[in-house]
């Protein structure tokens, strides 16, 4: 099994990015997927997930209206659109996969990338 994030970068506040995570090694259509992130010094936190349909999809409040999850069959992909980018958006972002049902805690994911890192400036 592999999750590979890529994407991450510099921007600035106000900007915009789109992560991407590529699966393999599972059926990806059997499984939800998911956005974490990890600031320096801060416990990993929940940002989005979406279930094996592509609906429904949930969001952390703090990036609800600026951050879009999408998942891309095909290609075994899932994206994370964000907007609006903040300072504390900064962080390592990490992408996470398990089967059934959607959940926003991270003990619950049976798969994790390594991760991809971007800092937005102010």
């Known amino acids: 099994v592999q999750l590979v994030e890529s994407g991450g970068g510099l921007v600035q506040a106000g900007g915009y990015l789109r992560l991407s995570c590529a699966a393999s090694g599972f059926i990806f259509d059997e499984y939800v997927m998911a956005w974490f992130r990890q600031a320096p010094e801060k416990e990993r936190e929940f940002v989005t997930t979406?279930?094996?349909?592509?609906?429904?999809?949930y969001y952390a409040d703090s990036v609800r209206g600026r951050f879009t999850i999408s998942r891309e069959y095909a290609k075994n992909t899932v994206y994370l659109q964000m907007n609006s980018l903040k300072p504390e958006d900064t962080a390592l972002y990490y992408c996470?996969?398990?089967?059934?049902?959607?959940?926003?805690?991270?003990?619950?994911?049976?798969?994790w990338g390594q991760g991809t890192q971007f800092t937005v400036s102010s």
């Open positions: 996470a996969a398990r089967p059934y049902s959607a959940s926003k805690h991270a003990t619950d994911y049976d798969y």
């Open positions: 979406v279930s094996s349909s592509g609906r429904p999809t």
